[in-house]
């Protein structure tokens, strides 16, 4: 369990840096906390199993192709390829916006997937696979209004202060009656997102389409037209995964 532990933290750090992507040994020993010596024997069995590459002229190391690999059949068999990005790329060429499709884990959320509109200039650029926690943004608090509350509950209760929740709470209701949640300057300062609840075949909370914008000079008939637009994409990949809403 230890030697699982340690691979995985130095995949959080490797993973986790949205600017750097490779690191010396040195910088993985101070930041794992560990001896040199211990991180190379790691370092090279991690390497054997295409977890961690080593750069052959700088000795820096970074994320292996295998994680790629699982990623690529996770992305695979929630029906990313045929029923969701179809609709989240017609959605972006309609919106001129960015467009993402997010999943809950835990205490935070993934972005799995990002389609990016070519023609705007200025945009929101949220990396994929990076976590936020649940409490911030459109995407996550439609997330969270749309889960069953005792989840709900667990995941507000241990992000939020007490004397935070209920006001919190009450917005979560807000935005399940509105089927809709937006944010403004939550994660990044002067960009905003609208987002709608995703549902599978079994009526399961799949994750969230949002949209991702900048909020400056944005009218209040703009901000509509996106609302508009999120729901009804989302309604339309909802029912392509064979989602039936409850009479």
Known sequence: MQ??????QVTAILAGNETKKWFSITELSKECDLPA?????LLQSMKKHGLIQQDPD???????????????????????VSLVRPEMEKLMLEVEESVYFSKPIGLESLIVERIDCPTNSIRVYDQLGIRIPM????????????MPQNDTLKIVNSLLKKEETENFMQMLLDVKKAGYAISHGEK????????????????????????GYVNFNVTEERENFLIEKVLAYGARICAKLGYKPKE
């Open 135 to 146: 409490t911030i943004g459109a995407a996550n608090k439609v997330m969270l209004a749309h």
């Open 37 to 41: 010596s211990t991180l190379h024997r």
């Open 188 to 211: 990044t300062k002067g960009t905003s997102s609208v987002a709608a609840p995703v549902f599978n075949q079994l009526n399961e909370l799949l994750g969230a389409i949002s949209i």
């Open 3 to 8: 030697t699982i532990d340690r691979a995985m």
């Open 58 to 80: 700088t000795k820096l190391y970074s994320l292996g192709n295998t994680w790629l690999e699982y990623g690529l059949q996770m992305y695979d068999t929630i029906d990313f």
